[in-house]
Every structure is written in C-alpha cells, then in structure tokens.
Nanobody, 121 residues
C-alpha cells in the first residue's frame, strides 16, 4: 500500500507565500512523475505543476514565475513553493505521483488527501 501525505496548507494574505510538501510512503519500488493539482469550489481539478524523476518541470500558465516545484527522490517527497499568492489561488491542493509498487512492474497514479490553501485579499 502506498500513501501520499500532504502538509503546509493554510491561510495567507495576498502577496504572501506558502510551501506545500507531499511525502510518499509504503511499499514503493520507484516513483516516476510527481505533481500538484488544485480544485477550487465549482471548478474542475487542474494541473498546477509537475516534475519528472530527472527534474524536468512543467507549470500552468497561471502560476509561472510565482510557483516552484521540486522533489527529493531519496525522500520520495515533492514540494511546491508558492510565492506572490493571489486570491484566485485559493483551492484544495492535491499531490499526485506515478508509483510502481515494490512487487510490481507497472506504474499507477496515487493521490494525496488534499490540503486547503486560502488566500485572502
């Protein structure tokens, strides 16, 4: 069983910063891509940023220049540094990882439980 546990969400004023963390644990063989998604009330879940095992990154246009994704492969952890936060960044943020179980040969998507980020104006 593989679990993703997020932390670091909270309430911040516009212009402020937050850092999200997501640690994967359990019977992990390897992890391919990792990423962060978000879902605001009444909207679909959207990709915020992703990072390959080799460190190649991809960002949504709305967060480019403000958010930075990084990962520590030794710790099976992905981070999202969020700067210059705006009220429209308010959402539940979900961690995602493509995980190959220790005893398996295929990769499967795994999701964290989500962490609330609220940006006040």
């Amino acid at each position: 069983q593989v679990q993703l546990v997020e932390s670091g969400g909270g309430l911040v004023q516009a212009g402020g910063s937050l850092r999200l963390s997501c640690a994967a644990s359990g019977s992990i063989g390897s992890i391919n891509a990792m990423g962060w998604y978000r879902q605001a009330p009444g909207k679909q879940r959207e990709l915020v940023a992703s990072i390959t095992r080799g460190g190649r990154t991809n960002y949504a246009d709305s967060v480019k220049g403000r958010f930075t994704i990084s990962r520590d492969n030794a710790k099976n952890t992905v981070y999202l540094q969020m700067n210059s936060l705006k009220p429209e960044d308010t959402a539940v943020y979900y961690c995602n990882a493509e995980v190959r179980p220790y005893s398996g040969s295929s990769y499967y998507p795994r999701w964290g439980q989500g962490t609330q980020v609220t940006v006040s104006s």
